[in-house]
């Protein structure tokens, strides 16, 4: 009872593991809250820690346990979201504003009216006031007393009893998000006699059952005229749980990965139909972010535009909201339900609503994947199918050499860099302790000089904590962790470990380790690393469209075990190679710096590896079809700047190589890349179950699963099915 966090069983029994008993506390970089009085566990009670931390723009990844004490009477969990990061003030435009340190938007643009006379404003007029006012929301009032000014009034005092009337303020379209409140202030309106200036402030609240509302007249205080507006759209958009685990094997699928912030791009399809093209913008787990010229509503999770001479045009603005979390359908694979999107006459002429679902299955090796559209069904249901490694349930794996590979995605955390030669070691300390430790390296320590990693350097008389060790683990919720052991505990009878937990940290390049705390009962060092080698690599859409309507697809380039190995026709760049991958990070590569990044350079003389940029973004496509791939935040280069790179990509028939071709004062690396993959995607009808991608002029012959005798035949849920490839099914079946 009053349990803040609850564990349970494969069996079913469950444990408290703490109640909120005291408040957080503000720490470094994270806030801490800490729930106590669980339930008894080695005659004590179980305490649980959650470490926040602030990951801007992040509303729907879940808390990820990073260690359990032997006795299971300390939890320590670490949660990245956007809640723990500080309050702040954004300034928005074209009346939306999105604060993306929190993450959250919020979208006024519904409540702008636009007609005539009482079409054109809010009228306010409090009984007990001898005045009314006349407002509106990021646009001009019109038909009011304050009209007939050529000033663009936004907001209109009147007098009830006469024809005084006050311009309280002239309009803006730019709301202020401030502290968790949306507010709206309309400046430079008349004088008062004192010469200062009126102004009006509307104050948005959150009602999440108001509806649109609409304004109250608060008070008059400071030359200033506050209005308070209880609204929905003050509301912000409740955080979908990406994280689903399966009741029956108890295992977890994460899909936060595919759900995009505001300041990136949604996923987009482009799909033709009976010579219709139509654009769909996707997002996960939460609403899509803005689209051009807002044709998606704001509230929509999906919606379709329609191409018409290369601009996108209005077609359905919501498709469906992202309400719910992820489900496991029967088949083990993971469904997205988008429902109550605007209204939609089905085939049976019903009126409803438009709704999309999204099946998405395990694809080990697809990072760089997109969404796929399958059928339209009765007029108002859409189904999109999508293979992506996201989709892959949680596993743990271990790697040897300080190194280990992500199984889903085949990424490999390279943890080498971290290696410190003589001279160089990490020193630890805290106000009672003294460590000088190395990562897959040793450090000296006394006579116990041999294949030490981490010395006990706190007393006169050096002493082992922890031997070498080179195996990794890795847990593709997040966790990486490194252990070391050392001798047996003399006290205790157990054997003296360190723990060291790396944490993804991308703006840390490499980073040094801190020590956490020490759990005497079962002689366990505690330490985190804070390094941007620990990060995954962000799922990057390889399928990109460009103005015109035109799709591309650079996929085939995204190698999942190798790297493109650049062209250099300059003979005094001979020393220097470059190494790059698309739309995911390059393999590991020698003399290469680990983490996700998407491009290297090598230089051969000096045995000298840098960054060029991170895997970040998607390609772009430009009007007149040029198709670039951008990597930023590469390795300092001097000036304050970091490298960057840029590959131009040009349609051809022939598959070539990437081809260096400068580097430019600010340190951009530009390279140009001959590929089939760079041309337009086009819809083409075979014959006689043949049919070939004319890009690379391979024929798909599926003639072979034609059946003369026997269908296939395959059951899903409580139907059975009969398929034939090529052909009618066969008669008697």
Not at 41 to 53: D, G, L, M, Y
Not at 75 to 80: K, P, R
Not at 88 to 112: E, I
Not at 475 to 497: A, M, R
Request: charged share 20%; glycine share 8%; proline share 5%.
């Amino acid at each position: 009872e009053h349990s803040a966090i609850c564990a349970v069983s494969a069996n079913g029994v469950a444990t408290s593991l703490g109640k909120f008993t005291e408040k957080p506390e503000v720490g470094v970089g994270e806030i801490t809250l800490t729930y106590s009085n669980g339930d008894s566990c080695s005659n004590k009670q179980v305490t649980s820690k959650i470490s926040f931390i602030c990951s801007p723009g992040d509303l729907e990844s879940g808390p990820v346990l990073m260690r359990t004490s032997q006795d299971e009477c300390l939890y320590e969990f670490e949660w990245h979201t956007a809640a723990a990061c500080p309050l702040g003030s954004t300034v928005g435009d074209h009346c939306k504003v999105y604060d993306s340190q929190s993450g959250l938007s919020f979208d006024l643009s519904s409540l702008t009216k636009l007609g005539a006379n009482e079409n054109g404003y809010y009228k306010v007029s409090p009984d007990d006031s001898d005045y009314e006012y006349y407002i509106n929301v990021c646009a001009d009032v019109t038909g009011t007393p304050c009209s007939s000014t050529e000033k663009s009034v936004g907001a209109c005092q009147h007098s009830k009893t006469g024809d005084h009337n006050w311009v309280l303020g002239l309009t803006s379209d730019k709301p202020i998000y401030y502290n968790g409140m949306v507010n709206l202030t309309y400046s430079d309106g008349d004088h008062y006699g004192s010469g200062v200036p009126r102004s009006a402030q509307i104050s948005f609240l959150c009602d999440p059952g108001a509806g649109s509302g609409a304004p109250v007249f608060q008070e008059e205080a400071q030359y200033s005229y506050n209005f308070i507006w209880y609204t929905s759209l003050a509301c912000p958009l409740s955080p979908v749980e990406c994280v689903v685990t399966d009741p029956d094997t108890h295992k977890q699928y994460d899909l936060s990965t595919l759900s995009k912030s505001e300041e990136e791009d949604n996923w987009s399809i482009t799909s033709t139909l009976l010579g219709e093209t139509r654009k769909y913008y996707i997002n996960v787990c939460r609403a899509l972010t803005p689209v051009t010229n807002n044709l998606c509503s704001s509230q929509a999770g999906v919606c379709e535009v329609t191409l018409q001479d290369g601009k996108e045009v209005a077609s359905v603005s919501d498709l469906g909201h992202s309400t719910t979390g992820p489900e496991i359908d029967h088949d083990g694979s993971l469904v997205l339900t988008y429902d109550n999107g605007i209204p939609c006459t089905n085939s049976e002429g019903h009126v409803i609503t438009y709704s999309t679902k999204i099946y998405l299955t395990c694809d080990r090796k697809a990072l760089a994947s997109t969404p796929r559209l399958l059928s339209q069904s009765n007029n108002c249901g859409y189904s999109f199918a999508w293979y992506t490694e996201a989709a892959c349930a949680i596993q743990y794996t271990t790697g040897e050499n300080c190194m280990v590979k992500d199984p889903n995605s085949d990424y490999t955390f390279n943890l080498t860099p971290l290696m410190k030669p003589a001279g160089t070691l990490y020193d630890v300390t805290t106000d009672d302790k003294h460590f000088k430790m190395n990562i897959c390296g040793t450090v000296p320590c006394g006579p116990d000089s041999v294949n030490v990693s981490v010395c006990d350097m706190t007393t006169e008389s050096p002493s082992l904590l922890g031997r070498l060790n080179k195996t990794v683990e890795f847990s593709d919720d997040g966790q990486l962790t490194l252990t070391y052991t050392g001798n047996i505990s003399p006290e205790y009878s157990i054997t003296e470990t360190v723990l060291i937990n790396f944490l993804c940290r991308r703006d840390i390049p490499l980073g040094v380790p801190e020590y956490v705390r020490f759990d005497r009962a079962i002689q366990i060092h505690y330490f985190d690393f804070k390094t941007a080698l620990a990060c995954r690599p962000e799922p990057v859409d390889c399928v990109v469209s460009g103005p015109d309507g035109h799709q591309y697809d650079l996929t085939p380039l995204s190698l999942p075990h190798s790297n493109w190995e650049a062209v250099v026709p300059s003979e005094g760049d001979r020393n220097r190679l470059f190494f790059i991958n698309v739309c995911r990070p390059i393999a590991n590569q020698t003399g290469c710096p680990g983490g996700p990044i998407g491009g290297c350079e090598f230089n051969t003389a000096t045995h000298e590896g840098r960054n060029l940029g991170y895997v970040q973004s998607q390609p772009t496509a430009g009007v007149d079809g040029a198709l670039s791939m951008f990597y930023f935040n590469g390795d300092a280069c001097g000036g304050g700047r970091n490298r960057s790179m840029r590959v131009n990509f040009l349609c051809s028939r022939a598959q070539g190589l990437p081809i260096f071709l400068s580097t430019s004062d600010e340190c951009d690396y530009v390279f140009s890349w001959e590929t089939p993959s760079a041309c337009p995607l086009n819809r083409v009808v075979g014959s006689d179950c043949k049919v070939t991608d004319v890009r690379y002029d391979i024929e798909f012959n599926l003639n072979e699963l034609h059946r003369s005798e026997r269908d296939y035949n395959f059951t899903a849920g409580a139907y059975t099915y009969l398929l034939n490839v090529c052909g009618p099914l066969n008669t008697g079946e």
